[in-house]
């Protein structure tokens, strides 16, 4: 019964360079989240996606920043150009659909040098 | 602009005794409450729930206040046991009809069971 998947747990990149994240919802779940949490902060709101849609990326940068859901394989999240203020946990979670509980990643750490 | 504010960043409560978790919300327009738990290097996993209709919830030992016309929920946990030792994020959300918000988290307590 495997939960939220997330890839890499841990990622280092040099300023510049190009992150991707990756996140396969839970078996049955049609609808993903992405969240960041910066340190002592609570968890922010970045984009839902569902299968080949983006619903809401009210909460994404505009510059840099993507997110993809394909109709086949994970959810990406690509950060282009990262900077150290990318820095930060970024959580992955899916869910049935509206109304239901969201079932969260582990996470990937990103760390920009 | 915080809309929903976990003003207590840690509690400290003894073994076996009560702990209540506070969280305050500006946004009337939030219609679902959840809290969330969340140990070191893992991701928040969720506890319990409470729709805008209700003022109760309870599951085991954990139950969920909501008073609308305070703007302010509570999570009780009774008896706390050492287990319990995590930090706890308050979320609302807000059902727009046409794609569906993400949740808007609090920036958690800490909450510290001492035997």
């Known amino acids: 019964n495997a939960g939220v998947m997330q890839n890499p747990r841990h990622l280092v990149r040099r300023r510049g360079q190009e992150a991707r994240l990756r996140c396969s919802p839970m078996?049955?779940?049609?609808?993903v989240y992405w969240y960041r949490q910066l340190p002592e902060e609570g968890l922010k709101f970045m984009v839902y996606?569902?299968?080949?849609?983006?619903?809401?990326e009210s909460g994404m940068p505009k510059e840099r920043f993507s997110a993809e859901f394909p109709k086949e394989g994970p959810s990406i999240l690509r950060i282009q150009q990262v900077v150290r203020g990318d820095s930060a946990a970024y959580f992955c979670?899916?869910?049935?659909?509206?109304?239901?509980?969201?079932?969260f990643g582990n996470g990937t750490r990103l760390t920009v040098t | 602009d915080q809309q929903v504010k976990q003003n207590s960043p840690s509690l400290s409560v003894q073994e076996g005794r009560i702990s209540i978790l506070n969280c305050d919300y500006t946004?009337?327009?939030?219609?679902?409450f959840l809290w969330y738990k969340k140990y070191p290097a893992e991701g928040p996993t969720f506890l319990i729930s409470i729709s805008s209709i209700k003022d109760k919830n309870e599951d085991g030992r954990f139950t969920v206040f909501l008073n609308k016309s305070a703007k302010h929920l509570s999570l009780h946990i009774v008896p706390s046991q050492p287990g319990d030792s995590a930090v706890y994020f308050c979320a609302a959300r807000m059902y727009s009809g046409g794609g569906a918000d993400g949740l808007t988290f609090g920036k958690g307590t800490h909450l510290i069971i001492q035997p």
């Open positions: 078996k049955g779940h049609s609808h």
């Open positions: 996606l569902q299968k080949e849609n983006i619903i809401d």
């Open positions: 946004n009337s327009m939030f219609d679902y």
């Open positions: 979670a899916s869910s049935r659909g509206t109304g239901s509980p969201l079932h």
